[in-house]
């Protein structure tokens, strides 16, 4: 099972280490990661996407939540939650029609074409992880050459409840 | 003022009187300043040994124990002493001294991340940047280590820092937003708890080593007495029971008491109290909880669901917990008094396996070694145990009787710790006998302790079971590789009552219960710490056993 845990913990040096020094320690698995400060500079958000059954993420929030630079540990409902993923990919292309035809499927994913050269261009995709691996099933019959993927970040929907 | 004086200021504020260390380049500075304070420093030999003194202080004293070592190899050198307190949740405060903070990643001289190095076995580390922060992380520190799940805190001073002055204040709170010790336990929890201990046919206690961190021993006592239900213990938390009780039947798990191992697979509902059902403890995860149900007690929320699945859970401090399930019992007239089948069926086991249990029969059998150590010393004496087999002897042949009185190193299991825990205990508690239950083995990896011991006035009694081999693993391979016997063979090197007697020591050698009982009451009168060696066979082995990765039902009980 897939799950998104949005982590709120004091911005401070070290702190990213400890948290993935815990996933290492207990055996578990880190499967995305995005690390950037908030809106109050004394917080980082990290949003952290896992796999493993209910009792493991269930043990994965209880140790996050255990470690003393964290503030807040919170399970992301997928279907309550915008996430989103950002990826820039480098294509080649072996003729310039090629260059069209994949500005024309990066068009249709709603990518941002960037660096268009004779052989080669880069696209930037924004979306949720099925997307993403849809447009990249329809550009593996060209050259991925290069690929960047910064991880799922994510936020839950509605307004936010002041505790 | 210095980064240094403000350490000791705050050490002194949180009611520090004793340190164990070693100084060295890095630490200079607060050594100076250790020197002017009213703090005590108590010289050790290595540094492995100040932080298992710390942790039998901690243990003790229910405060942290404070242990001092200088940056590089001192503050490594510790680090088997912190993931050994860590282990078994001890309150501790480990100070280092760091090069300084200019050099810093640049592989200076004795310089180790210890901050990196000691992450997964603090429960939190500081190092701080400037003087001024020096007193609110001692706070902190304190704060941190002894409250819910105690644990070991480091901090680790950079030497610029020890030395700078700044304008100093020292808080008389402190608030860490990611850090909640404190939770009430939920009182609809413990009312469920109550309800389905009384509809359970065979119910029983398992006590872990929170009763004993918590000091909730005469709540414990009197909720089983309420329910006249049997108590076992997790071997941490031997001892957290009186085991001359009639209720009592020990310890359960790899080397439990037949008794216990035997009533704890007939029960069908537990009230785990402080436990983590460790492997040692209940075995194979998934036969323990089949067909069991579970209310778990533990301050440490990470601690439910984790190896075992609970029915009931209260999170909250044991001695807390229990206090409200007390009164909630008293409030509802709950006294049992009338003998149930299952009480009847608990009596006749440990009546029979305390009479049937077959025990080495040679003159100095472990057994008998044991009981014989426990007819000499008093109730109030302390006993902690080094690693291996003696110290599960100690857990079969060696009754507790009063609560809080006896110490290992449960988790970790690490060699060499009870010597020097001993002595942090005997600086707890003066006045209380202090006796580490040893194998030469263990003892011969911190023995040169008994420097400290000697120096500084701190008489404790090694009572060294010794059979010459590294036991345990000598059973092992007898068990479990056909008696390949490979690195266990110590050869009787070295010779212990010539050890006690190099370091100004009492060395007696003792080689009947007779001369056991005497040199015990000798050691118990003497002012210098006293190595009582006792030869052994070194073919017995621990039993009863449940090998790893089995069941407690699958116990082989000696032939």
Redesign the interface.
Known sequence: MWAILSVL??NKP?VL??IT?LFR?KNFNIDSISVGVTENPEFSKMTITTIGDE?RV??II??L???????EVKRLDEKMTVYRELVLMKIKASKPSEITEIMNLANAFECKIHDVRQSSIIVEITATPDKIDAFTDMVKNYKITDIARTGITALARGVNHES | MSGSKALMDALELEGAKTVFGIPGGANLPMYDELFKSNIRHILVRHEQSAAHMADGFGRVSRKPGICFATSGPGATNLITGIATAHADSSPMIAVTGQVPISMIGKDAFQESDIIGISNPVVKYAFQPKTPSEVPEVVKKAFYISSTGRPGPVLIDVPKDVQQNEEEMNFPDVVKIRGYHPWTDPDITQIQRAIEILLKAERPIILAGGGVIISGAFAELQTIAELLMIPVVTTFKGKGSFPENHILSLGPIGMHGHAEANKMMVEADCVLAIGTRFSDRSVGKFEDFEKNLSIIHMDVDPAEIGKNQTASVAVVGDVQASLRIMVKMMIQKAIKKTEKTKWMKRVEETKEYWQKNLKIHQGDLGAAKVLRKLREVLPHKAITTTEVGQHQMWTSLFYNVIQPGTFFSSTGLGTMGWGFPAAIGAKVAKPDVPVVDIAGEGSFNMTENSLAVSVLENIPVIVFVMNNQSLGMVAQWQRTFYDRRMIGIDLKGCPDYVKIAEAYGAQGIRAESLDEIGKAVKIALKSDVATVIDIPIDPEEDVLPFVAPGTALKDMVLPS
């Open positions: 913990v004091e070290g280490f400890k020094n320690s009792k269930a043990q209880k140790q939540n255990k470690l003393i630079d964290t503030v």
